[in-house]
């Protein structure tokens, strides 16, 4: 789910669009101790994605002349024309004369890495701040920052922190903190997520929220867009791009500083006044889009969003697998966020007993079949799965998955049918449990397709697992369109969070 | 913390008592087919724990001589003397005539895993269950279940599923439901908790929930207890037995089936009937126990009553470390769960200016230090613990750790003061991440003794992380008495539920 829509297309281009894909870059200000995450690597991170074999990439500094292999300019005017984009790293004070530079060299934008400046509360460098950008404004020059981590766009090779994902995809992200922007493209990466374009915008004394939201509106490359945000200035601008944008888009937005504690510390990061919940999830409400109550739930509405989760349409869920205490406590969660799990119909059930024993199983709803563990466990599971994705009732097919050994298909082996050996050892027998993962994976995606509702798993890991099982079948499920939770509660959550989204939105065109 | 109470041993022993230590056990039905966790691999488990190489363990099975190395009987009339627990997997209907053997032999305990009695619904096969029920009785043999997993006794070499740590412990668990046992087993024992005993006893058909409790009491080697519950059949008896065990000692309770969904599944996997969420949360507080709300929050209850966490006294939070939008995140999250993070006090903040770099830190709470990428950051850490954890307003620090490339100790390196330089391939450079993050816990947990107040430490795994740094550290931390979380969010609401806990219990004598 991982694709670019191209559907659409929109036939004018948007003004903030060339800034997302400068033909030449300069780094001005690096140094030989810029590595890490602290901040000054993006030479680094940037070289990572490969951005200089494909653009122009100019490092700056007059006291250097060569860094990893790449001509190092005493400054911005003595780079190769053009030069699109500057990345800032020199401190407050030399910024006036770096911004002078790049009016004469033609630069469109500038992103200020450089803090020290209005979110310190000292006047005079808010002043400092408010003449930088006049000047830059004048010249036409639009402005990123200060005090932020600026851009990642895997798809022309920016990036402002090491081990970024290359493939684009299709989130656009807006944040204000430049760590939660790395804990958003980590954390989504490692479940399959992939960025159409991501901004850490930080002061945000040019470029803000209300330009951001209406640029990923427009942009056609994003189909979902979610942003960290700590304070607005313009609250008005910011409301109407949001819903403009959530009106096309799912647009999930995760406000920081909204306690009277977060919203000091809000104060001394970006210098920003933060509002209410109360208010703040009004907005967002009027506005069509989803506020994120804290980061985990960002997450899991990023992925439900981005798989075919996102086409829910009622509170039934049935939950396959994973044994009697499991299931009970399963039932609680997914009842304590207003969601069902109907039993079964008479008809669904009989389908069901005519290959699961009555032994220690449960035909109802929770269904814990058993199946699995013998020989044709898979054909089974996946006429499991179909049956009950199938029955009326039923809106989101749940499966929770883990224990590799269990997930096989014996069914070509060679002692046949009838042996159900459970050999601790299965490794190899009929597969990899890499590949039996991978091949769950598959099956979960085929047959949401072939019953037409969302089937979502909820990854186990009991023993502490198999860590390269479960990396590929998340990877792989993620791929076929199949949301993957931690537990059931989080996976109950966000389909609930999903369908008072939808409701919410009566007046509003639908936008799956 | 998992040292074992030697203090205040009891005078008399416990009628329950010899049940977690028989000197020897006989698995009945056992079949080549048993392994794996489908129940069936006891006499894996148990062997795997050693327990046949000081006791004696005696497979029997009238169609088999020998499996794993040891020899088979027809019955348990053929075993050696003494037999004082027999783990039954034979089918129901062969029951009546295997405890007809067990009373000849002068068995003490009998664990039925042998499913299909009450919880099946049908009037006969609970006529069964009453029959044998009342036959061992009528002899003095208690009996465990029947449908349930049984003993897990670390100390003894009992368990009933594979992998299962080999070290007791302080903590006591009852549980109805067998897997859930095992994920709470094996998801605590990843966090260090160990186990003094552990019982899965399903339908609870003798021995039942106040039983245990009132074991779990007296135990001299239990100081946690806690329990997963579906049903209860003498709500009288359990409040009673669960209110003398929360008086002496914390005790944490949660119960499956509170909702209807929930309820109905719980009534066909144990043959429960279960209550209303506000019955039995009054019933915990009446009782002075703590009730978890899912099993995460059980989990997290168990670790912090395991640590030096239990002793928190105020709602006064510190938190160090994690930068800029991931503070203002967590100050939300602290004062969502009813804490604070007040400001420290000016001589504190004046303390930590001695040394700590003014652009882009943060001295007021949450405190943002940046020291540790430099050298003699590993002291200039421990000072700041120190500083932020003697302020009259700190009740808890918690420390955010992780990206263990920062936390290490220059103060001997070559070149010396000074050269701060961030080599992203540092290991080895001072130490492997593996050793510093093992020394970062070996701080926590010597600061923590120092000031005398808690220190909380939430684990962040930014980038993939390192596997065995992360394990080293939650190990060590654990060892020494820290607590250590997953998120801000699960870290801060445990502290609520500790002081809500702790304000309830004002008539009750103080355990910490």
Not at 308 to 323: D, F, I, Y
Request: overall charge neutral; aromatic content about 6%.
């Amino acid at each position: 789910m991982t694709t670019t829509a191209t559907d659409a297309q929109p036939a004018a281009e948007h003004p903030l669009d060339p800034i997302w894909r400068p033909r030449a870059t300069a780094i001005v200000g690096v140094s030989s101790r810029q590595s890490g995450n602290r901040g000054g690597g993006f030479l680094q991170s940037i070289m990572e994605q490969g951005y200089h074999e494909r653009h122009g990439l100019y490092p700056v500094n007059p006291k250097m002349t060569e860094i990893n292999g790449l001509k190092v300019y005493p400054s911005v005017l003595d780079c190769p024309d053009p030069v699109d984009h500057v990345i800032s790293q020199v401190p407050a004070p030399v910024v006036p004369q770096l911004v002078e530079e790049c009016i004469q060299k033609g630069v469109r934008s500038i992103h200020f890495f450089t803090a020290g400046f209005s979110e310190t509360g000292d006047p005079e460098r808010a002043a400092l701040e408010r003449q930088v950008l006049a000047k830059a404004k004048a010249a036409g020059i639009r402005v990123i920052g200060p005090n932020c981590m600026g851009l990642y766009v895997p798809g022309v090779g920016l990036a402002f922190m090491g081990n970024f994902p290359k493939e684009p995809g299709n989130v656009f992200l807006l944040s204000q903190s430049g760590a939660n922007a790395g804990d958003i493209v980590g954390g989504l990466g490692r479940r399959g997520v992939r960025f159409s374009k991501v901004v850490s915008y930080g002061n945000g004394a040019d470029l803000d929220a209300q330009d951001f939201f209406d640029y990923a509106a427009w942009d056609p490359q994003t189909e979902v867009v979610t942003a960290y945000i700590e304070g607005v200035k313009n609250g008005r601008a910011v409301f109407e791009a949001m819903k403009r944008c959530a009106a096309v888009k799912p647009t999930i937005v995760l406000k920081g500083g909204l306690s009277a504690a977060g919203a000091r510390a809000a104060s001394s990061h970006t210098g920003s006044l933060a509002g209410s919940v109360d208010v703040f999830e009004a907005a967002c409400r009027q506005a069509g889009a989803i506020r994120a109550e804290n980061m985990d739930e960002l997450h899991d509405l990023v992925v439900a969003m981005t798989t075919r989760l996102r086409t829910v349409r009622g509170r039934g869920v049935a939950l396959v697998g994973g044994g009697g205490g499991f299931a009970v406590l399963s039932a609680d969660a997914i009842a304590q966020n207003g969601l069902d799990t109907p039993p079964l119909p008479e008809a669904t059930q009989e389908k069901l007993r005519e290959f699961i024993p009555v032994a220690g199983t449960s035909v109802r709803n929770p269904v814990d079949t058993n199946v699995m563990g013998g020989p044709d466990g898979r054909r089974r599971m996946r006429d499991t799965l179909t049956i009950v994705g199938q029955a009326e009732p039923i809106d989101t097919l749940l499966a929770t998955v883990g224990g590799w050994d269990d997930w096989r298909d014996d069914s070509a082996s060679a002692d046949g049918a009838g042996s159900g050996d459970a050999d601790p050892a299965l490794q190899g027998s009929s597969g990899s449990r890499v590949e039996r993962a991978r091949e769950a994976a598959g099956d979960l995606g085929a047959l949401q397709g072939l019953v037409a509702k969302p089937f979502v798993a909820v990854q186990r890991d009991r023993t502490g697992g198999d860590r390269d099982a479960s990396r590929a079948f998340l990877d792989e499920a993620y791929f076929q369109g199949v949301a993957v939770f931690s537990t059931v509660h989080r996976a109950s959550r966000t389909i609930g969070r999903i369908l008072d989204w939808r409701a919410r939105r009566a007046g509003l065109p639908e936008i799956f």
